[in-house]
């Protein structure tokens, strides 16, 4: 269904008031900000177009997307979306954005090329997390509320189908090569791999024996390995995506909330939201490579393969740190 009203249902927004900081955990495993600290916008989640060299971020506290020119990194418009905008992913192919609007219970379809709104379309209780499949132009929003998987027609903005998946589906990273897709289930502490062509789930890989509470998953398409933050433990997992195992895990940070991957370095980024700080891991050892202070409460995460830059929205100073994947370093923090 496209082009819905968008307005917030009591069940959703009851839903979403425990998440609109994260997590109701993350409270009290996190330093409190210091008197008059915090920001009004919330940047959650970022995406990037490494063809137009655009960086989208989510502001769930405002109900915004901020986008910023990484060749100047400046700032060049924040355009209204729905309530509590959380996930964020770009087609590079049809310079399409795809905002997840939590507390809305759909997901705005934005234009590339002037920031406009295409549609909104509806899909179930909560969504979070949305990734794009660039070969088949299908899009895969998760539903943290309704335990599924919505799936988007990009060519014409409707919903065409809907997969069960195991309990708050927060996250999602897609394998067109391979016809995969993965979903990261958070209160399950598992991983559900996704036959694209077949629209069924084939495995299902748990990330922990405990609760671990995954939040962020990202995959490697060149190794074929996935990782998933888990900010109860501290750790990254790391499976092997081929045989769907877990074989290892890394200590990182705090409280790690996102994770992204740079095929061409084989370099691993992982936001910590309890100290302020990124875990740098070289892929190849599983290994921690650097450790890079950024800004309050870093949430997401992104890598523009093509630059060789690192995104990272900072919810409590409403800002995005910008690193340099050579030297391990922040060159820019960016206002919204």
């Known amino acids: 269904m496209a082009c819905g009203t968008g307005a917030p249902s009591s069940d959703i927004v009851a839903t979403e008031t425990v998440e609109t900081t994260e997590s109701a955990a993350e409270a009290t495993h996190s330093p409190s900000p210091a008197a008059g600290d915090g920001g009004s916008l919330g940047p959650t989640r970022v995406a990037v177009n490494p063809t137009t060299n655009r960086i989208y971020v ?19 418009a924040k355009v209204p979306v729905g309530a509590a905008p959380f996930g964020i992913a770009v087609s590079p192919e049809t310079n399409r954005v795809y ?31 949305v990734g794009v499949d660039t070969e088949t132009n299908r899009i895969y929003v998760t539903n943290f509320a309704s335990e599924s998987v919505s799936i988007m027609d990009g060519s014409t903005n409707e919903v065409i ?42 495995a299902t890989v748990k990330v922990g ?28 997992s790391v499976i092997a995506a081929a045989d769907a195992m877990v074989i290892g895990s890394v200590g990182v940070g705090t409280r790690p909330r996102d994770v992204a991957v740079n095929p061409k370095t084989n370099r691993v980024y992982v936001a910590n939201s309890g100290d302020d700080e990124v875990s740098v891991l070289d892929g190849a050892t599983n290994s921690i490579r650097a450790v890079v202070p950024v ?38 923090t960016i206002a919204l």
């Open 58 to 76: 989510t502001n769930q506290l405002d109900g915004s997307v901020s986008v910023i020119d990484a060749t100047t990194n400046r700032s060049l």
């Open 99 to 129: 905002v997840a609007n939590a507390a809305s219970g759909n997901v705005f379809v934005l234009d590339g090329a002037n920031n406009s709104l295409i549609a909104e379309v509806e899909v179930e209780a909560s969504p979070r997390g």
């Open 161 to 202: 189908g809907s997969l069960a998946v195991e309990t708050a589906p927060a996250a999602v990273a897609v394998d067109p090569s391979r016809n995969r897709v993965y979903v990261l289930n958070t209160a399950s502490n598992s991983v559900s791999f996704i036959d694209s062509s077949q629209a069924t789930t084939v």
């Open 209 to 236: 024996d405990f609760k671990v509470d995954p939040s962020g998953v990202a995959l490697n398409a060149d190794t074929n390995r996935l990782y998933t933050s888990n900010p109860f433990t501290d750790e990254v």
């Open 295 to 332: 800004g309050h409460r870093p949430l997401g995460i992104a890598v523009n393969p093509e630059t060789n830059r690192i995104y990272v929205a900072n919810f409590l100073d409403d800002t995005v740190s910008v690193i340099d994947g050579a030297t391990d370093s922040v060159i820019a």
